[in-house]
């Protein structure tokens, strides 16, 4: 049964730390705790800056932070790998074609043991 996983988990950790939206948005360098809000809603994806300090601040990895939209991610890029490695068994048989192939399995196994 797949789990349940919220967008992001900016919300629960901000108030974990007892802090307003407007003071997360003073630490983060941002104008004002609406651009916090609408990270925490998932109506706004915060720029690379801005989800590396919600690491610094709530001491937890981004993937860990934005859980929904790592997983979706993981899911995209297996499928792009599945998709590029029948590509590279199409255009040749290569060492080098073989090479990228085993590069791209050991990777589809990781995400796969991650997803389960």
């Known amino acids: 049964m797949p789990q349940y996983r919220l967008q992001n988990y900016l919300k629960g950790n901000r108030r974990r730390l007892r802090l307003s939206q407007a003071e997360i948005a003073f630490l983060t ?10 990270n925490e809603h998932a109506h706004r994806k915060p ?14 990895p981004v993937s860990e932070l934005f859980r929904g939209m790592y997983g979706k991610l993981q899911n995209d890029v297996l499928s792009r790998a ?35």
């Open 82 to 116: 599945s998709c590029l490695i029948r590509r590279l068994r199409v255009s040749g048989r290569s060492s080098r074609a073989a090479r990228k192939v085993d590069v791209l399995e050991r990777l589809r196994r990781q995400i796969m043991s991650e997803l389960e």
């Open 29 to 38: 360098g941002v104008r004002s705790g609406a651009k916090i809000c609408r």
């Open 47 to 60: 720029s690379l800056e801005v989800a590396l300090v919600y690491e610094i601040i709530f001491r937890k």
